[in-house]
């Protein structure tokens, strides 16, 4: 399987850097081709802006729906989305490594989807969900959050971890792919706040690794986050008063 990792964290020495490493080895050695676009070490640019579209005429506004359109019908998108995008292409399986920062994904990481998801290219009204581009390829988060567990918990202090990996999720799921259940690290201290002692934070970083090291050989026989598409959503793009998904989300 082409396997792409798309990593999200400033300092490769990181424990985001460490999950990094044994997602690159473990998936390689059992013979997988893996790639990793480093979005920090390859200075990805996360604003989207005018001056991306260089062709563009002068003088009207910048409506970034429409220069996304226009750039990848000409074939003239920037250079570093048209690479992301064949990275995209290649690969079955998208990893992406990234640590929680204020209830989401770091900008870097949000502004890779405002640029690399073409409008156009990648979504259109009709392309998307069910129907979406990537359909047939996977997807997976692989988290990191400061908080211990227990304060993910439903109503624990930290938030529902459900809720703040939605846009994301949704957002994959929105131009096609199959998502995979996160993979989430607890109270991963980077420094700062301390809820244990070293020794004990140590031990538990280690079992956040091997429980990793350990899912990554059967992601490709998983089940995927079941979403409604299509064919479960009535002329207001609502969920059909007989969807049994009513049940199941009710
Ligand atoms: C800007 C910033 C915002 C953060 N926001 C959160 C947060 O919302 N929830 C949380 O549990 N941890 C938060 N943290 C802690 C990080 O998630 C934690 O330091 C990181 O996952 C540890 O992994 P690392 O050692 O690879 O950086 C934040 C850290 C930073 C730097």
Redesign the pocket.
């Known amino acids: 399987m082409n396997v792409l990792i798309i990593s999200a ?1 400033p ?1 490769p020495r ?6 990094v490493d044994i997602t690159v080895s473990r998936l390689k050695a059992i013979g997988h081709q893996v790639e990793v676009g480093d979005l920090y070490q390859e200075r990805f640019d996360p604003v989207e802006r005018a001056e991306h579209y260089a062709s563009r005429g002068s003088g009207e506004p910048f409506a970034p729906l429409d220069e996304q359109r226009a750039h990848h019908d000409r074939q003239a998108l920037p250079k570093e989305i048209t690479r992301e995008l064949a990275r995209l292409e290649w690969a079955e399986l998208v990893v992406f490594h990234f ?6 994904q ?1 900008a870097i990481l949000k502004g890779w989807f405002d640029r690399v998801m073409v409008y156009g290219g990648r979504y259109t009204s009709r392309m998307r969900y069910d129907q979406g581009y990537f359909q047939g390829k996977r997807a997976l988060l692989c ?5 211990p567990e227990p ?2 918990q439903p109503f624990g202090r ?2 529902d971890m459900a809720a ?1 990996l939605w846009p994301m999720h949704a957002s994959l799921y929105y131009v096609g792919f199959d998502v995979l259940a996160p993979q989430v ?2 109270g ?6 301390e809820y244990q002692g070293k020794a004990a934070l140590r031990e538990h970083l280690e079992g956040c690794k091997r429980r990793w090291a350990e899912r990554l050989p059967g992601l490709s026989n998983e089940a995927t986050i079941p979403f409604a598409g299509w064919g479960d959503w009535n002329e207001q793009g609502v969920l059909k008063e007989t969807s049994p998904l009513r049940w199941r989300l009710g």
Do not use: D, R
Request: charged content about 5%.
């Open positions: 964290h300092e990181s424990f985001n850097g460490a999950l640590p929680l920062w204020w209830h989401a770091p988290v990191t959050a400061g908080s304060a993910f930290a938030g703040w690290s607890y991963v201290q980077g420094g700062g706040i």
